[in-house]
């Protein structure tokens, strides 16, 4: 009885944990789905001073050192922000000191705004 037991035990352990693992990935997912709907994050500015670090003209992408964001919880640090209006990319020379204002679009991050 013993021998049958033991394995249906760690069945019974198994199965379970692996739909909860599944099952806490679906959320997570379902929980980034929904913080890119409201409009209200979704249309927040934020406002930052970097220093351009790399400029992808083609590719529409900038790479700033920036300083601490408050309004994203950010340390200061080096990333890609992505710049739809080709207009801010002229504004954006390498090793140039901006400020700069950006938006959260999904996973990127759009800047909207060149000083
Ligand atoms: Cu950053």
């Given at each position: 009885m013993k021998?049958?037991a033991?394995?249906?035990?760690?069945?019974?352990?198994?199965?379970?944990t692996?739909?909860?693992?599944?099952?806490?990935?679906?959320?997570?997912m379902?929980?980034?789905?929904?913080?890119?709907?409201p409009t209200?994050s979704a249309?927040?500015?934020?406002?930052?001073?970097?220093?351009?670090k790399?400029?992808d003209?083609?590719?529409?992408?900038v790479?700033?050192?920036?300083?601490p964001?408050?309004?994203?919880?950010w340390?200061?640090?080096?990333?890609?922000?992505k710049?739809?209006?080709?207009r801010?990319?002229?504004?954006l020379t390498?090793?140039k000191?901006?400020?700069f204002?950006?938006m959260?679009?999904?996973?990127?991050?759009?800047?909207?705004?060149?000083k």
């Amino acid at each position: 009885m013993k021998k049958f037991a033991l394995p249906s035990l760690i069945l019974a352990l198994l199965v379970p944990t692996a739909a909860a693992i599944a099952q806490t990935k679906m959320d997570d997912m379902k929980g980034m789905d929904m913080s890119k709907k409201p409009t209200a994050s979704a249309s927040v500015v934020h406002k930052a001073t970097g220093t351009v670090k790399k400029l992808d003209a083609k590719a529409g992408v900038v790479t700033l050192a920036h300083a601490p964001v408050k309004s994203m919880n950010w340390p200061s640090m080096t990333m890609g922000f992505k710049v739809k209006d080709k207009r801010l990319m002229d504004k954006l020379t390498d090793g140039k000191k901006v400020e700069f204002e950006f938006m959260q679009e999904g996973k990127d991050y759009v800047v909207t705004g060149v000083k």
